[in-house]
């Protein structure tokens, strides 16, 4: 079992930045990866970032350059660091967990952030 708590959402003009955190906690140890997706009304949910345990990292093509996913292992924390962020970015942001336990995968999700870009 996987907790997530997602912080760090909020109001931000175009152009400005904002840090989401995810604190994961419990079987921290069986985490394969960690993704960052968002979600806007009538959309479909879609992948932002990823983080492997190997430290490999994806990034959708709407936010390479402007978005850095990161993570501390001591905190066990993921970050996405978002820069340059523009109206088209406003969704409810989550952080998800892939687990493998014994070879099967599970998935547990954070509550979600919402992050709202306006002029």
């Known amino acids: 079992q996987v907790r997530l708590v997602e912080s760090g959402g909020g109001l931000v003009q175009p152009g400005g930045s904002l840090r989401l955190s995810c604190a994961a906690s419990?079987?921290?140890?069986?985490?394969?990866?960690m993704y960052w997706y968002r979600q806007t009304p009538g959309k479909q949910r879609e992948l932002v970032a990823t983080i492997s345990s190997g430290g490999t990292i994806h990034y959708a093509d709407s936010v390479k350059g402007r978005f850095t996913i990161s993570r501390d292992n001591a905190k066990n924390t993921v970050y996405l660091q978002m820069n340059s962020l523009k109206p088209e970015d406003t969704a409810v942001y989550y952080c998800s967990a892939e687990v493998r336990d014994l070879g099967a995968r599970r998935d547990y999700w954070g509550q979600g952030t919402q992050v709202t870009v306006f002029s």
């Open positions: 419990g079987s921290v140890f069986a985490i394969a990866a």
